[in-house]
């Protein structure tokens, strides 16, 4: 079973504090994606990283593949009230060429206290 | 709104019903993929269909199916229900089947089984 370990699990922070999440598999991924969630709506993409030992960043979110792509960290500078919610990885295993199959983290909820 | 509409919002239904979820992927995009979210196993990737066509596989129940109907709309019909697949159904689309394309989610059907 492949399985995607985020951690930690639930993190309350107070504004304008950083944080990083980190998502771990012994599984090589071909892509990985974040997405963060709203309670009752689907889960939105923030990113998705390809290579490598890829970095991307999105305003005061960055995001980091690691070299081996079985791992990865999303750090949020200065984080505000907004950012609150559940943040999920997802990797991409191949099936075949062209085909893949999605695999989601365990999640992390995240609070911003103002 | 991510411009993927689920249909019903929510369902509830008694142990071995059956039951059939609707998707209507965003204009002009082909590719359709279910989605389970309980709150013991996370996010499950269960189906993909491309263009009508089934793409990949992920963790699907026998007593699930799913198809893709020539106006790219999709059913997720699971049957002989039992509690434990109350959860929250996800359909997302996407223009293509590859890797680099992004995925839309719907808001969700919210079914539980008693």
């Known amino acids: 079973t492949q399985l995607l370990e985020q951690s930690p699990q639930f993190l309350s922070i107070q504004e304008g504090e950083n944080l990083t999440v980190y998502c771990n598999s012994s599984s090589v991924f071909s892509s990985l994606q974040w997405y963060r969630q709203e309670p009752g709506e689907g889960p939105v993409l923030l990113v998705t990283v390809v290579t490598g030992g890829e970095v991307k960043k999105l305003k005061r979110l960055t995001f980091q593949f690691g070299d081996a792509r079985k791992d990865s960290s999303l750090h949020i500078t200065a984080a505000q009230p907004g950012d609150t919610g559940l943040y999920l990885c997802a990797g991409a295993l191949s099936v075949t060429s062209g085909t893949y199959k999605y695999i989601f983290g365990t999640g992390t909820r995240l609070k911003v206290l103002a | 709104d991510s411009g993927v509409t689920q249909t019903p919002k929510h369902l509830i239904t008694a142990t071995g019903q059956r039951v059939t979820l609707r998707c209507s992927p965003r204009s002009g995009d082909l590719s359709v993929y279910w989605y389970q979210q309980s709150l013991d196993q996370g996010l499950q990737f269960l189906i993909q269909y491309y263009n009508g066509e089934e793409r990949a596989k992920g963790n699907i129940l026998e007593r699930f199916s799913a198809q893709q109907f020539p106006d790219l709309h999709s059913e997720l019909n699971l049957s002989s229900l039992e509690l434990g697949d109350s959860a929250l159904y996800f359909c997302?689309?996407?223009?293509?089947?590859?890797?680099?394309?992004?995925?839309?989610f719907g808001p969700g059907t919210r079914l539980t089984v008693t």
């Open positions: 997302a689309s996407s223009v293509g089947g590859g890797l680099i394309y992004e995925q839309y």
